[in-house]
């Protein structure tokens, strides 16, 4: 069998693996590159590295955009397969992918409008994909359940396991006969894997007898403050703003981070801790993310499930407020007093939190607050980074407001929890190559594996194809 990275290698962005097996072609994730726009573009949109009318099947490990966020395209250029994923994955699916189409056309409208207002002709800018082309890839959708192994093609078996990262995150396992060596390999993907311990999910549930891995490697190197230390930080940040009479402005994930946000206000109000501070969730999909917590309670922990169906909704609260429409959203324009805006994208690369940074990044009262990961070159990392001035939606501003990141909420492992979700991987695990990191994480988990005494460590390169 052949394992083509095709993406997210030597990066986190962009997902795609293709593997050659028994002469079929199976694209594990469909990621969208994230990056430069004029990059983006040219990646995303021409698929340089492979033709969709050959993929014959699309395992997705989990919905998150830089994982799954090409695939309406994919099915738009000619892909006819099935795309295999866990329910909650297709259901988290059914609104970021749409959503995703939306952002782009709204983006490329707003941006064209600037053009012609500075006086340019055309469009400046191109959607990838629309909302129907969004829809209509769902129709492709097989939606199993975790551990339950299903035939896919003529000896490959696909079950998912639980990754813990967000809200139906799986590890895909794949067991093979090969026809080509005769042999039988079982390859483990991992997606994005979670810390274990989380608040809202279950742990990634240990797999045995792999013999080929692809592990991401987001944090190798890097680590996270402890769990309990998370919640000090954040209402540090959060008093201190508010003392300053400013406004906080989370730009949250979607999905994950928001739910584990008003998981987590939920109890600082019940404990009287924030008095009459006002919090607003100004995104559709994340009003949209937190129904699909309640629908999904397979993939909740015994507390948060016991939580939801006995006691009390632990994602809501008084001081809560939902803007689903534009007219809401506006209406944070004029607000006065100090308030919690949580808002998406988490990266600040589209979305309604460019419009809250554009009108908020220059009072020095305001803080921003980043509570994920963003990756190389998306605004997130260049405000994130110091930037003094950043581009928003077209302008130029100052960043003027307190910056302040708390990557312990990270959904991703950090390295020494990469390093027990490998110990806890059991089998022979011949072929260990790292994937969806940038290079001197992957790096860094390479060394610490070498230590482990693993035989065969690769760092996957872009566009590198492997025999195994
Ligand atoms: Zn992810």
Redesign the pocket.
């Known amino acids: 069998m052949k394992i083509h990275f095709c993406g997210a290698a030597g990066t986190t962005t962009g997902s795609q693996h293709l593997l050659e097996i028994n002469g079929k072609k199976i694209l594990l994730d469909c990621g969208l590159y994230q990056g430069h726009r004029a990059d983006e573009l040219r990646i995303n949109r021409d698929f340089p590295l492979f033709n969709p009318e050959e993929i014959d099947h699309v395992i997705l490990s989990?919905a998150?955009i830089?994982?799954s966020g090409n695939i309406p395209n994919l099915v738009k250029r000619g892909f006819k397969g099935f795309i295999y994923c866990t329910h909650a994955t297709r259901s988290l699916c059914a609104i970021m992918l749409v959503d995703a189409a939306r952002i782009q056309e709204h983006d490329c409208a707003f941006l064209t409008k600037m053009h012609k207002r500075a006086g340019g002709e055309g469009t400046v800018a191109e959607v990838i994909y629309t909302e129907e082309d969004a829809r209509k890839s769902l129709d492709s959708f097989i939606a199993l359940s975790y551990e339950r192994r299903m035939y896919i093609d003529d000896g490959i078996a696909l079950t998912f396991y639980d990754a813990g990262?967000?809200l139906g995150?799986a590890q895909v396992v794949l067991d093979i006969d090969d026809h080509e060596d005769g042999k039988h390999k079982r390859l483990l993907f991992s997606?994005?894997v979670g810390r274990g311990n989380n608040e809202l999910l279950r742990d990634p549930v240990p797999v045995e007898g792999v013999d080929i891995m692809l592990m991401e490697t987001t944090y190798g190197g890097r680590h996270h403050e402890a769990p309990s230390r998370d919640d000090e930080s954040f209402f540090r940040e959060v008093k201190e703003a508010l003392d300053r009479g400013g406004k906080i402005y989370i730009p949250a994930f979607a999905v994950e981070r928001t739910q584990q946000l008003l998981f987590l206000l939920n109890h600082a109000f019940e404990e009287g801790m924030l008095g009459k501070t006002q919090v607003y969730v100004d995104s559709p999909m994340a009003i949209s993310a937190t129904e699909l917590f309640r629908t999904h309670s397979e993939c909740l922990n015994p507390e948060v499930y016991a939580s939801l169906f006995v006691s009390k909704d632990p994602f809501s609260f008084a001081n809560l407020h939902m803007c689903r429409t534009v007219t809401e959203s506006q209406y944070l324009n004029d607000l006065k007093k100090s308030a919690i805006i949580i808002s998406a994208s988490g990266m600040c690369e589209a979305g309604r939190i460019l419009h809250h940074l554009k009108l908020g990044i220059g009072n020095a009262k305001n803080t921003v607050l980043f509570v994920g990961f963003c990756a190389a070159n998306t605004l997130g990392r260049r405000i994130m980074d110091g930037a003094k001035e950043v581009p928003i939606l077209g302008g130029h501003y100052p960043v003027r407001a307190h910056i302040r990141t708390l990557d312990s909420f990270s959904?991703?492992a950090d390295h020494n929890e990469l390093l027990r979700y490998f110990r806890n991987t059991k089998g022979r695990k011949s072929h260990v190559f790292l994937v969806h990191g940038e290079p001197d994480c992957a790096r860094a988990m390479q060394d610490a594996l070498r230590t482990e005494g693993v035989e065969s460590i690769h760092i996957a390169a872009k566009d590198e194809i492997v025999t195994c």
């Open positions: 989990h998150h830089d994982h990262h967000i995150s997606g994005d959904g991703h």
